[in-house]
């Protein structure tokens, strides 16, 4: 990575200190995964705060938080990710079913509803038979 004058990494977020009425406050901002991220600090050093942040204790404090939120995304990021695939693997019966509920839902003939539940029911004993093992159906979301 190459090096900003201050010596800092590039891409590795930046302290602002902003002005309140309390006192001066460090907040840290940074992307993660292409979202600006900003969390505050701490107030920085000054006669006010004495046990305020300092520049280089606040760039330690940014340091850290970027480490714990990466790790907290990562966590979520896979969590999604498994909540994801287990969603998209549906059998037969159940697509079905929540194919028959939306056009219930949608104010269909009671004959178009029992066309639909015929199909489903068609040729027991064939792979295709809401019973049978082989009857997994894989839905592809973007």
């Known amino acids: 990575m190459a090096r900003t004058q201050r010596g800092a990494r590039y891409g590795s977020g930046?302290?602002?200190k902003r002005?309140?009425?309390n006192g001066d406050t460090w907040i840290a901002k940074w992307r993660d995964g292409g979202r600006q991220v900003q969390r505050g600090l701490g107030f920085a050093h000054s006669k006010k705060h004495p046990d305020g942040l300092?520049?280089?204790e606040a760039e330690a404090a940014l340091g850290t938080l970027r480490e714990q939120v990466a790790i907290e995304r990562a966590d979520e990021r896979a969590a999604e990710a498994k909540w994801a695939a287990e969603?998209?693997?549906r059998s037969l019966a159940q697509v079905g079913e929540a194919l028959i509920a939306a056009k219930r839902a949608a104010g269909r003939k009671p004959s178009t509803i029992e066309a639909y539940s015929y199909w489903l029911r068609m040729e027991p004993g064939s792979r295709w038979s809401i019973g049978?093992?082989?009857t997994t159906v894989v839905l592809r979301v973007p």
């Open 87 to 89: 969603e998209r693997r």
């Open 132 to 134: 049978s093992p082989q």
């Open 19 to 21: 002005t309140g009425p």
């Open 54 to 56: 300092t520049r280089a």
């Open 14 to 16: 930046t302290l602002v």
